[in-house]
């Protein structure tokens, strides 16, 4: 095993796909070795933070914040990337040909194994104090790096990490590959590097040409690993940029020659002429683990004497989250996410006297303006759609010509946004007054005016002209009448010659027909240039220089006024993601309930998730191999059968003296009263439990159902579970490094299960299946101590009709929630 870990040199951890990754892995001091924590120590706790610590060689100063003379410098400063890998070298058992995967060498000994690599032209290959294989490419010389013949590709596969590539440096021909030689001379499959193309080719020669390859512009950060496999049929040429997530270039069916020779593997280069450079390899055949993805907090400089170590503690995902400004009302987030190119939400308190821009492109705020004399308005005086929890501006003008709106001058950016852009604008009022204007957006000089109004009669109307007309074009939306009715309603409007509208969430006219316009950047709101000023409350006004989000905007309508109620629980999760730049969810499994509104603002994203995450009995936690949020469903333990198991373990192999049993009273709950918001509080016990042990009860529990009856079922499951706890393995140590089933072992995370048989006699079970809920892990040279946390996995079996194990009696027969 070898430790693997990389360090993000300037990138920004919230765009992992702009990373490239350094290997620090040989400053690291694997005699401390490196500290990682991941999870919760139990099922009824939340996931906790992912943590690392570790301690680098800082002897040439090059983890000092500040140093210029860093090969890292600017880029050693707080919240840098890193990620930490176990890297698992093969073992050759067996007898020859041995499958090609058992080839396997991390160059960290200082020395060629002349044995493994039986050709090494010129001496050309040497091993770094980096742990990489370095072949030099001198001008004229043809180059062999090869293994001895005695493996077989058909089945297995070959790896390896594409360290450094070669400069062209002056010459005219520059490449360097590496192969699985069949034994006809010029038969060869896999990836070849060419420094003057920057072309990364996979290729199958036969007489050392392939007229097909499939041709790859290098890069560093998508193919940092290259490996080619055979699988039942068909040959492989797959890239990482971790080694662990792989995508596939190209497929071919499988040559004769893999399923009948023993191979040899090559790592040639050749150079014509020009100045020498090298190409540099690492981890062959290793197979890649990730343990920790996340940021370092600090770069803390220790001496002792003239001796300078950095040891450095490092956070998941979660530490950027938890910093992050509390969200505002979902509806709001929901408009920010769609960056708009402005945004007035119009929710200041009640002694603002203008209204500002939330949309990050530095707006003008909105100024409030006097027309003629009298009318008020009062910012923060009304409250916002139903679900917002927002407070929105009372407009109440004398007149229709007398009064107060509000105006601002959008800028020039604006201004060439709208011109170059046919636009979608959207809106919310709420009046009882007909013949009045909502917005209007013009150019300076009138020539382009488009005017968002009610009818007499209160419907939704289109008013523009793009001739510099003072009597502006009428078109009355079909099917909107009636819209003074003092509620709140949602528009939103596509300017184009086949423009749409939606009131309410639905599209109520796919045609109305506007001429493009060009220099809007004035944009008044309660009114159009002092005339039909509003009487009522307007709010989450917002434009948008693109059309194609308009269909998109309807979707507003839900966010404001219920919240998005009855979605379920991955899809909210997966909205709150989207609110803090995560671009994507790892959902796995399947059950998950509607979830109650959350749209009013006042709380982080993290608490918001956590919300849906206790409604659900769910998991939730950051990802250990990659920038995402993984959410787990309650389903995803139901009755794990032994297919589905991590691995086993015989009690002998455990680190013994850190294994207790424990039957106490931690979890045991035999009654709860739990309740949702605007529902019924319900009480659920467990009489029996109550007359053997008292009334255990953990509080009340409140959590964002749709219905009474969800309820119920929450506060049932929690007490079936908990009435009478059965004795557990809460604290499951294991060496891993020493197990034969070590890949398995790294495989097992939160919601994982495994066995450990062959328990003490002492043991109230013979074996016993456990649940992952975290761990702590330390990885040194030659060992790998993993202090699983873990539950007992029966507590979430639920009844199966008729199944002999998950069907008896007062045992099996909780009920699936």
Known sequence: ???????GWGGLIQAPATITWTDISTYVDTVTGVTITRGASDELSETQPGTASLRLDNQDGRFTPGNSASPYYPYVRRNAPIRISAAVMPTVSGSAPYPLAMLGDAFDDGRVNSTLWVTNTGGAGVETSEARLRITLAPGVDTNFTSSRQWKLQGSKLTAKLAAVPALNGSSNCAASMWVLAVTSGTRIGWRYDAGTGVLAAMSQVGSTDATPTNL????????????????????????????????????ATPAWVTTDTVA????????????????WALVGAEIRPRFYGVVNEFPVDWEGLSSHVTISCTDLFKRLNRL???????????????????YPLTEPDDSTSAGDVSGNG????????????????????????????????????????????????GAAVQQALTNNEFSVEG???????????????????????????????????EWTASGSSTLTVTTVDGTSGLADGKWHHFQWTQSLSGSVSVDGVGVDASVPVTDGFDQRFLHIGGYRGTRLWSGSLAHVALYARPSIGSVLTTHYASGMTGNAGEDADTRIARFCEYVGLVDLIVQGSTFDPIASQGPGGTGAVAR???????????????????????????????PSPAGESFTIAYADLETKS????????????????????????????????LAFGVYDPGALSILKTSDNSVLDAAYWRVSRYANPGPELREVPIEAYTMSNYLAILAADISSYFSVTSMPSQAPFSSVRVTVEGYTETIKERSHLIQFHTSTTNGDSVWVLDDTTYSVLDSTTRLAY
Not at 363 to 389: E, F, K, R, V
Not at 428 to 456: E, N, P
Request: glycine content about 8%; some cysteine.
């Open 428 to 462: 919310w009022f709420k009046t009882t007054t007909t013949g009045r204007a909502i917005l209007g957006l013009y150019s300076a000089d009138l020539q382009c005016v488009q005017v968002v109004s009610l009818s007499a009669s209160g419907a939704l109307q289109i």
């Open 1 to 7: 095993m070898a430790l693997l870990a990389e360090m």
């Open 609 to 639: 998730m956590r919300e849906v995450e206790s409604t659900e009995s769910a998991k939730l936690f950051a990802a250990r191999d990659q920038y995402l949020m993984t959410f787990q469903s309650r389903d995803l333990r139901y009755n």
């Open 363 to 410: 707006l003008p705020s909105m100024a409030i303006t006097q027309i003629s004399t009298g009318g008020t308005l009062t910012m923060g005086t009304d409250t916002g759609p139903d679900a917002t929890g927002d407070s929105t501006p009372t407009f109440t003008p004398s007149t229709a010509t007398a009064g107060l709106y509000l105006a601002v001058d959008l």
């Open 325 to 343: 400004p509390t969200l505002r009302s979902m509806l709001t987030e929901e408009i920010a996410n769609f960056l708009p190119d402005a945004y």
């Open 265 to 280: 593997v090559d790592f040639p280069t050749t150079r014509t002429g020009g100045t020498s450079g090298y190409i540099e």
């Open 217 to 252: 512009t290098y890069s560093a950060i998508d193919h940092a690993w290259v490996r080619v496999r055979e699988s039942s049929g068909t040959v492989y040429w797959e890239t990482s940029g971790d080694g662990y997530a792989w995508t596939t270039r190209r497929t071919l």
């Open 659 to 690: 294994v207790g049993l424990a039957d106490d009273d931690q979890k045991l709950t035999n009654s709860l009263e739990a309740s949702r918001p605007g529902g019924a509080t319900q009480k659920v016990t467990a009489p029996a439990s109550i």
